[in-house]
């Protein structure tokens, strides 16, 4: 599967942004879905996750409250709607797929990673 991040950019402390994910090559409704990023010269970390059919979520504590993901089954699509942005969330974000179908934290539950998209808060 191939997972293409889009609607990341630039905006302001306090702002809003929402990234999507999209799947080709094969379904992954089936699959637990989940968003990481990557700050500069800071490991990769968990953000949030959802299950196959969107009914349970996790979410980070540093994002808990200001962001949600989603998910559209049938577009095989993930969202991450991003409120209250923060300076300290500047980072790339990569969706990733699991080989769950529950919501993981854990990078190695993952097989699939997109390429990431660049959000940038100024403050």
């Known amino acids: 599967v191939q997972l293409q991040a889009s609607g990341g950019g630039l905006v302001q402390a306090g702002g809003s942004l929402r990234l999507s994910c999209a799947a080709s090559?094969?379904?992954?409704?089936?699959?637990?879905m989940g968003w990481f990023r990557q700050a500069p010269g800071k490991e990769r970390e968990f953000v949030a996750a959802?299950?196959?059919?969107?009914?349970?979520?996790s979410y980070s504590d540093s994002v808990k409250g200001r962001f949600i993901i989603s998910r559209d089954r049938i577009k095989n699509t993930i969202y991450l709607q991003m409120d209250n942005l923060k300076p300290e969330d500047t980072a790339v974000y990569y969706c990733?797929?699991?080989?769950?179908?529950?919501?993981?934290?854990?990078?190695?539950?993952?097989?699939?990673w997109g390429q990431g998209t660049q959000v940038t808060v100024s403050s």
């Open positions: 090559g094969r379904t992954v409704s089936n699959n637990g």
């Open positions: 959802i299950s196959w059919n969107g009914g349970l979520t």
């Open positions: 990733a797929a699991a080989r769950t179908a529950v919501p993981t934290s854990v990078q190695s539950n993952y097989r699939s």
